[in-house]
């Protein structure tokens, strides 16, 4: 699993928006949802909740984003 994988769900989880996030980091949407897919088959579960108003951590995402922002931090360290 890659750090920036994980930086991207966190600045989506952030956002709450795919759209909005890929704007800011400058990929498309399409490579943000590619991301966001591959990050849930290798997690195992799904992380975000996807409806008309944008995105949303499912339970077991936010779960695991303390370990995710250590993982970041300890990265950037």
């Avoid at 930086?7 to 704007?23: C, D, F, H, R």
């Avoid at 591959?38 to 909740?49: C, M, N, T």
Wanted: charged share 25%.
């Amino acid at each position: 699993m890659e750090i920036n994988k994980l930086k991207i769900l966190l600045k989506v989880v952030a956002q709450g928006n795919m759209t909005k996030a890929s704007e800011d980091i400058r990929y498309t949407q399409s490579g943000i949802s590619h991301i966001i897919k591959a990050l849930e088959r290798d997690f195992g579960f799904p992380l975000l909740v996807r409806n008309r108003m944008g995105v949303e951590a499912t339970e077991d995402c936010k779960r695991v984003l303390p370990a995710i922002q250590q993982i970041i931090h300890w990265d950037e360290q």
